[in-house]
């Protein structure tokens, strides 16, 4: 299995429950969702007219539609020779969920790391069992709730992009349909550092005892 990688760096988790964490980003090519106020729109093509080699891409940020094929074996020898020293993985993108992440996960976690996936709940989630699933859900976008269900019913943490009243609604009736929302960590987070989003974020969070996640590494201007 080959994946398309968009790229991979070392940075701090900036945003949900693992936030401060030390970690290493692994992001897939490819997203077919279109949320109108993404941050990673360069991600969202799969030209190939923009394939380029691992050397290109891996061991720094950058925010180009370029990507490369690579096996496991080449991702876990590539975070192997830059000489990281995170032991948290979070495989983003893009939807990283549209791949099969079986074969690179087992191999991610056999090698020592654990693994966070960020993911829309527009596919379903094919991962080792023991991996971390954050659902940012797309709610009413491609998937439907059948995918949308399966996909919240595993996660262990929502964190909910957050701009007006009609997104918090929206997690609510998508709560009310889950079997057992106690056991999972619910972090809103405002879009785009917008002042009246985290406004409304913090307030919320402080009435529902949720968490707040603010995409610290936007304002540390880290990677
Ligand atoms: C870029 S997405 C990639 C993973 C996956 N496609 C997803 O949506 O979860 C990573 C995270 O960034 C969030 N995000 C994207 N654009 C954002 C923005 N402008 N403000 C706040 N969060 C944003 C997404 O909701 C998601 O939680
Ligand atoms: N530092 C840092 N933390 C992140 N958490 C989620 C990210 C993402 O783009 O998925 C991200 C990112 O791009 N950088
Ligand atoms: S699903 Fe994720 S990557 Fe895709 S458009 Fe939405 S926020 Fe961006
Ligand atoms: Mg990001």
Redesign the pocket.
Known sequence: MRYPVNEIFQSIQG?GYFTGVPAVFVRLQG?P?G?S????RHTWTLDPQLEVTPERLVGRSNCSSSWCKMTPQQILGSIRHLGYSAKHIVL?????CQYDLLPLTIALIDAGFTIQI???GTFPVEADPGCWVTL?P?IGMKGGFEVLDSVLAMAQEI?H?VAMEKHIQQLDALLARCPQPHNKVICL????QQPRATALAVQICIERNWRLSV?MHKYLHLD
């Open positions: 945003e997203c969702v949320c106020w993404c941050d990673t983003t993108g893009g939807e990283p960020e993911t829309s940012s797309k964190k992009p987070q405002p879009i785009s995409q």
